[in-house]
């Protein structure tokens, strides 16, 4: 089993409508958690950071982590064709010093106009 | 606003060849990461280094990768001789320290895509 399982999909919506993307993960250490944003052929860029468990909203995007059962997702409400990407989630803890990032396999939507 | 920067953005070598990729970080970042992504997954962490010194160099495959931060400023990734299936995006990122805080985020630079023939 993985560290990081994250449906790759590829998803595809109509504009304006909720978009859902999760992911799961087995180490117990994790204690923040990520969502990056990738647009074909650029280097991720950094959506959402939470630490622990709760809930964060920013704007049209709102991040929940539910440690207890190892579920992290992100929301996005009324979609645009900008938010056309690859969502990649991140998770890191504790582990000797090295703060080293696991990242899931990417979550390829695609929002029609 | 700051970023990371990386260069070549592309390289297209043949098996055998060296290739090296050069990042420069945002500039008060102590520590810089170097990934590998895959087509279809998610990047995977190569090396670290804390200023100049590697933190972890677990996944670094250090019979033909190699990795330097002298002067703990910017850094070099080179990979010699270049393997078919080391086709991937090699991406550079920073961060202010190594803790779990807010401020430690790793902000990626755009990647060097490589293809070995």
């Known amino acids: 089993q993985k560290e990081v399982e994250q449906d790759p999909g590829p998803l595809s919506v109509p504009e304006g409508a909720i978009v859902s993307l999760n992911c799961t993960y087995s180490?117990?250490?994790?204690?923040?958690f990520m969502w990056y944003r990738q647009y074909s052929r650029k280097g991720p860029e950094l959506l959402m950071y939470?630490?622990?468990?709760g809930n964060k909203e920013d704007g049209r995007f709102t991040a929940q982590v539910d440690k207890s059962s190892k579920y992290i997702s992100l929301f996005i409400r009324d979609s645009q064709p900008s938010d056309s990407a690859t969502y990649l989630c991140?998770?890191?803890?504790?582990?000797?010093?090295?703060?080293?990032?696991?990242f899931g396999k990417g979550t390829k939507l695609t929002v029609n106009p | 606003e700051a970023e990371v920067a990386q260069s070549p953005r592309y390289k297209i070598t043949e098996k055998s060849q060296a290739v090296a990729f050069w990042c420069d970080p945002i500039?008060?970042?102590?520590?810089l990461y170097w990934y590998r992504q895959i087509l279809g997954q998610g990047p995977e962490l190569l090396v670290q280094?804390?200023?100049?010194?590697?933190?972890?160099d677990s996944q670094l495959p250090k019979d033909r990768f190699s990795a330097e931060r002298l002067k703990g400023v910017d850094s070099t990734l080179k990979i010699q001789p270049a393997e078919l299936g080391d086709s991937a995006m090699y991406l550079c990122?920073?961060?202010?320290?190594?803790?779990?805080?807010?401020?430690?985020?790793?902000?990626f630079g755009p990647g060097t895509r490589l293809t070995v023939l």
């Open positions: 180490n117990s250490a994790f204690q923040y």
């Open positions: 991140a998770m890191g803890g504790t582990q000797g010093g090295s703060e080293k990032l696991v």
């Open positions: 939470t630490y622990s468990s």
């Open positions: 280094f804390q200023d100049e010194s590697v933190v972890d």
């Open positions: 990122a920073s961060s202010l320290g190594i803790g779990p805080s807010a401020s430690d985020t790793q902000y």
């Open positions: 500039s008060g970042h102590a520590t």
